[in-house]
């Protein structure tokens, strides 16, 4: 019999292997959540990690997948005391909806309605569950997702298409009665992003990274702040100088950049995206490389309050920080604005300038028509003669 020492022990080095196994994962994983997945998951759930890596899904998309089982694997052990069980039965799928998806008044009525009270302590002391009140449904049925294909990426069969699964989802949906919320209230237009620029116009090296995120992002086409996280020195690729006025060649020659995202979150897996990046954008990145003397690897990077540069990148969920700080600094409101807000910005300020909308989703990479147009309907709405009957 395996003394307690022993068993304590035994496990020390399996949660030690994990943690090598997913540091080797670290350009895809966030480095600062190696240790908690390491936690989290179970042995089979790195190997299949792995194995997706090497079959060639999208970072993003992996690191999704990632975030996704260690939650459920922590909701699991909390709601059911077992690690979670492959393939899920379709009592546990209905149970996961039942704890994430609820009635507000009813749960006011009885406090047994929704996610048992321990199974939410547990998640919070995890630092896995903040928000109160029900999940968003889009986060419920995101994670179903995650789960339905870490199923089938194990040869097994869910019920995931269960009639009961379906219906129950319908029904929660409507009883959480929740808003669904804009990913960014406000649009971050040129007008705004000279005023985030102006809040970080210092020469300390947290002003130069800060302006660089934010003309890199918008410029390139409104980059989603995975992509902005996820950017690295050998994405940037130096191009031949451009004219000012493609028209004329005698304009001034501009800095220009090519900067290759490889798979993004809406293109195929043979697919490799790159987008452009012209003028100030390109001086301003480059210096915030050489201020920081980075050659390699992440380019926007953690920086402590004594002003050292780390070796690990930004989290997404750190740039839409740097844009909140920087809105607050501004005199805005930052609970307006979100990292999400300079994509729709760019849409928003090419519909203004009357650039074409294929010209500008060549840059923002939208493969949507529709989600695309929506802000050059917007735009036409708003200069149009329609609402301006009566002023």
């Not at 900067?259 to 301003?284: C, F, M, Q, S, Y």
Request: glycine share 6%.
């Amino acid at each position: 019999m395996i003394d307690n020492h022993s068993a304590a022990e035994s496990d020390s080095q399996a949660l030690h292997r994990r943690a090598e196994e997913l540091d080797a994962l670290n350009a895809i994983l966030p480095f600062d959540r190696r240790d908690q997945l390491a936690a989290l998951l179970t042995d089979d759930d790195v190997a299949t990690l792995k194995h997706l890596a090497s079959e060639g899904m999208g970072e993003n998309t992996l690191r999704a997948l990632a975030s996704d089982l260690g939650y459920l694997e922590a909701w699991c052990q909390f709601a059911t005391g077992s690690p979670l069980p492959w393939p899920a039965p379709e009592a546990l799928l209905l149970k996961f909806v039942a704890h994430h998806l609820w009635d507000p008044v009813k749960r006011a009525e009885d406090p047994g309605h929704g996610m048992p009270a321990a199974v939410e302590a547990g998640l919070r002391a995890e630092r896995l569950l903040r928000a109160s009140g029900p999940h968003a449904p889009g986060t419920v049925q995101r994670r179903l997702t995650s789960w339905s294909i870490l199923t089938r990426w194990r040869g097994l069969t869910g019920a995931f298409g269960a009639p009961s699964l379906k219906s129950a989802l319908r029904i929660a949906v409507r009883a959480s009665a929740r808003p669904r919320q804009c990913k960014s209230k406000k649009a971050v237009t040129v007008d705004i992003l000279t005023k985030l620029l102006q809040a970080c116009a210092g020469d300390r090296l947290v002003d130069l990274r800060d302006r660089a995120l934010l003309l890199t992002a918008f410029a390139s086409g409104g980059r989603r702040r995975s992509e902005v996280a996820a950017l690295r020195v050998e994405d940037l690729i130096d191009e031949e100088p451009v004219h000012a006025d493609p028209a004329d060649k005698s304009s001034p020659p501009l800095p220009c950049l090519s900067i290759h995202l490889g798979r993004t979150k809406t293109t195929a897996n043979d697919d490799i995206e790159h987008v452009l990046l012209i003028g100030r954008p390109v001086t301003v990145l480059k210096r915030w490389l050489a201020e920081a003397g980075i050659k390699e690897g992440p380019v926007f990077r953690r920086i402590d309050q004594w002003g050292n540069v780390d070796r690990w990148a930004l989290t997404p969920q750190s740039v839409n920080l740097v844009l909140k700080a920087r809105a607050k600094q501004a005199g805005l409101d930052p609970a307006l604005f979100s990292a999400h807000g300079l994509r729709s910005g760019y849409l928003t300020e090419a519909a203004n300038r009357g650039v074409s909308l294929p010209e500008a989703m060549q840059q923002s990479l939208h493969k949507s028509v529709t989600q695309a147009a929506s802000y050059y309907n917007n735009a036409e709405r708003k200069n149009g003669r329609a609402a301006r009957l009566i002023v």
